[in-house]
């Protein structure tokens, strides 16, 4: 994977988790908000470790 598609597929992580995060705060499901924070955190591991 290249340097610009990694960065292109975090943007797309954030983004796609963030909005779900948001979405579950809004619905008062605090667990809810902290799975999708863990879903972005383990996708972005993956990401890095494929760049290494």
């Known amino acids: ?3 610009e598609e990694a960065a292109m597929m ?3 992580i ?3 988790e963030l909005d779900d995060c948001e979405r579950a ?3 008062d ?3 809810k908000a902290l ?3 863990d879903d972005a955190v383990r996708k972005l ?3 890095v ?3 290494h």
């Open 25 to 27: 705060i809004k619905n």
């Open 35 to 37: 799975s999708e924070l």
């Open 10 to 12: 975090i943007q797309r």
């Open 29 to 31: 499901d605090p667990q």
């Open 1 to 3: 994977m290249s340097n």
């Open 14 to 16: 954030i983004r796609n």
């Open 49 to 51: 470790a494929s760049l």
């Open 45 to 47: 591991k993956r990401v």
